[in-house]
């Protein structure tokens, strides 16, 4: 008989037993628990009908399940990868065995832990000496053993209980065990074991709110009579009272009394025993047995916008990471051989619950892009985006150079030659900075055009089938006056932040000057993203009813129309508008800076690797700082291209795809 079908064989009748002085966890559960001072029993399964231990229990267990489990593989660089093609990893990020997913055996095992103090799992090995699955054992009915050898060496081996009944002995290296706080390094100490006493509390807490309310919140009643009563008439009194008055269901009965009696109540309001800063207390006391943060249990009576973020931070490094190092290492040490632990170790990603909000994350990202610590596919990675082509260059600081070429001796193309010539190259670096936040702008742009596309798929399936095109045309128009420039807005605002924050130290460098000025360009930081989400929200509301009246006119199908237009703007608009919004913005906010640090002429520069004819045409062109370089009406010709221009023009970019840049005169 295999050792699986032992530990999991049918149920036979039981011939263990235990000692009441030291009660096996199997007997501490069917005796109801271990007493408290108030006279409640609590075992691992009574605690759970405690609200508070609950959700800690789940919290905890729940976001441990979640975090991803990699396992990794060091490089001879010094660097690391995930070690996809190892048997283990699987094992460990999709599905233990044929029956669990990983997400549940995590979630189970980390619960075991919480209430009990250990978690154990059967190691299934291969032929091979490769793991091949793992099993959780009940922690009820295992027994961990303790021996010395004949050197000393302490050897640790386990029994099992399976609900076939007998015992089951399995060796220290077939048994992954995760435990609690320990004390003597191999047994952990349950949770429940030592807050017992204020989860008895909180049991009793509970009972004693149920009873006063089932007794319709009266704690004391006194019936007065004329005269003495013999002890069964007493008794009769008592539960004819109960029959028919006591209880909620039954609070507003209409008593009625015999002559000569009297009805009295002994008051005990709940807040002279203290019951709602009882039961307040106890939730604190059972959260800080566990280390879980009070608005993590929705706790939320103190709690603020700015300390949830700070205390849900507190809680990743301060309690569940601990957590995550106990599962690390035990995962090392018993389901790596000998020869791979040199090469390989397991390891949680914390990153998913100590992201902060967007804006926060999203300059953290443009500096870690900017100083050459990310590449912008890794931060695509984290945002759980698809790579980019060209974004796993690594920038350095220094004009942002590729990393590969940093000191190097490559001449750059004739074009940019012209801009590193310039204040000795500092303006290269504008023009670096422009194409490392173009994958951070369209990654914004794409929610944006996600959400534009389900809505109005929406409500062209509510509006358009069946019923009139004036109705979808009164949506449209309350919906890109509304939502659409408003949705822009909050999308695109971290990014361009982010974006002018890095943007204006470079003037500033560019210059060699230290003046402060970026609270003095916020204003216009504000008016450029709410002009935009207006344009935007214009633009959408004119491509789109310009489709409907196209196809209703032609006698088409419109919704085919607006689906076949919401395609192409999906697939198309994140990256053309991020071409465009990466030079538009960041010669704006070049410009304004370059403005408030007080150059007084200001000069077009020709960039990317082939300007067009008409770039050429405007490089090395000056202007005051007043003055446009183009104006509205003019039109531009050069090696037989013309361009009509229809706004006046202060900055590049000239036309979709100029990659010019604005420097100082």
Avoid at 104 to 132: H, K, T
Avoid at 320 to 328: F, K, T
Avoid at 550 to 563: I, L
Avoid at 643 to 657: A, Q, R, Y
Wanted: charge should be negative; charged fraction near 25%.
């Amino acid at each position: 008989m295999g050792i699986l079908t032992r530990l999991f064989r049918a149920p036979e009748a039981r011939t263990r037993t235990s000692t009441l002085a030291y009660p096996e966890p199997w007997l501490v559960e069917a005796l109801g628990g271990r007493p408290t001072a108030t006279g409640v029993y609590v075992s691992a399964s009574t605690s759970l009908a405690v609200a508070a231990v609950y959700a800690c229990v789940r919290v905890l267990s729940e976001d441990l399940a979640k975090l991803p489990l990699h396992l990794y593989r060091r490089l001879p660089d010094g660097g690391r990868e995930k070690a996809t093609d190892h048997r283990l990893y699987d094992i460990l990020h999709h599905q233990p065995n044929p029956v669990t997913t990983s997400f549940s055996f995590r979630e189970a095992a980390q619960a075991s832990v919480l209430l009990y103090g250990n978690a154990y799992a059967y190691i299934d090995w291969g032929p091979d000496g490769y793991v091949r699955g793992l099993w959780l054992l009940d922690p009820t009915k295992v027994i961990v053993y303790g021996a010395r050898d004949s050197l000393g060496r302490l050897q640790v081996s386990y029994g099992y209980m399976p609900d076939g009944g007998g015992m089951v002995h399995i060796d220290g290296k077939d048994v992954l065990h995760i435990p609690g706080l320990s004390f003597d390094g191999i047994c952990g100490a349950s949770v429940i074991q030592y807050a017992r006493e204020s989860i008895g509390l909180a049991l009793a807490t509970r009972e004693f709110g149920g009873r006063y309310f089932a007794n319709d919140a009266m704690p004391g009643v006194v019936v007065f009579v004329p005269r003495r009563l013999t002890e069964e008439e007493k008794e009769a009194v008592r539960e004819e009272f109960r029959k028919k008055y006591q209880g909620v269901e039954r609070k507003f009965e209409l008593a009625i009394l015999e002559a000569g009696w009297d009805f009295k109540t002994i008051p005990m309001p709940l807040e002279d025993a203290q019951f709602v800063e009882s039961r307040k207390f106890e939730v604190e006391e059972i959260a800080r047995m566990f280390r879980v943060p009070l608005h993590k249990i929705g706790h939320l009576e103190h709690a603020t916008y700015s300390n949830i973020e700070m205390q849900s931070i507190e809680y990743v490094t301060d309690a569940l990471e601990s957590w995550c190092v106990r599962w690390e290492q035990a995962i090392w040490s018993k389901l790596l051989t000998e020869e791979d632990k040199k090469q390989y170790y397991p390891q949680f990603s914390l990153d998913a619950l100590i992201r902060g909000d967007t804006e926060s994350r999203y300059n953290a990202y443009s500096r870690a892009i900017l100083s050459g610590f990310m590449t912008p596919n890794e931060v695509r990675e984290l945002e759980n985006r698809n790579p980019l082509p060209g974004g796993d260059t690594v920038w350095m600081p220094v004009n942002m150079t590729p990393a590969g070429q940093a000191g190097g001796t490559e001449q750059p193309p004739a074009q940019a030659s012209r801009v590193l010539e310039s204040r000795s190259g500092k303006a290269a670096y504008r023009q670096r900075l422009m194409r490392a936040y173009r994958p951070v702008l369209q990654d914004a742009l794409a929610r944006i055009a996600r959400r534009e596309v389900n809505d109005i798929r929406r409500a062209v399936k509510k509006h358009l089938e069946g019923r009139s095109l004036e109705s979808f045309s009164t949506w449209l128009e309350t919906y890109c006056r509304g939502e659409v420039p408003e949705a822009w807005a909050l999308n695109m605002a971290p990014a361009l932040r982010g974006y002018f924050e890095a943007m204006v130290p470079a003037i500033q460098e560019e210059v060699g000057s230290e003046q402060d000025i970026l609270s003095q360009l916020e204003p216009q930081l504000v008016d450029y993203i709410d002009s935009h989400a207006r344009r935007h929200a214009a633009l959408t509301r004119k491509a789109v009813q310009a489709v409907v009246a196209e196809a209703a006119a032609s006698g088409g199908d419109v919704s085919e129309a607006v689906e076949a237009c919401l395609r192409e703007y999906e697939e198309t608009y994140p990256g053309d508008e991020a071409m465009e919004q990466s030079h538009r913005f960041g010669n704006y906010i070049a410009r304004l800076a370059f403005l408030a640090l007080g150059i007084t002429v200001l000069r077009w520069v020709a960039a990317g690797h082939d300007p067009c004819p008409l770039c050429k045409a405007m490089d090395g062109k000056t202007v005051g700082r007043d003055t446009t370089f183009l104006n509205a009406g003019s039109k531009l010709e050069a090696e037989g291209v013309s361009h009509e221009v229809d706004t006046h023009v202060f900055h590049p970019p000239l036309h979709k795809g100029c990659e010019c840049i604005i420097s100082r005169g």
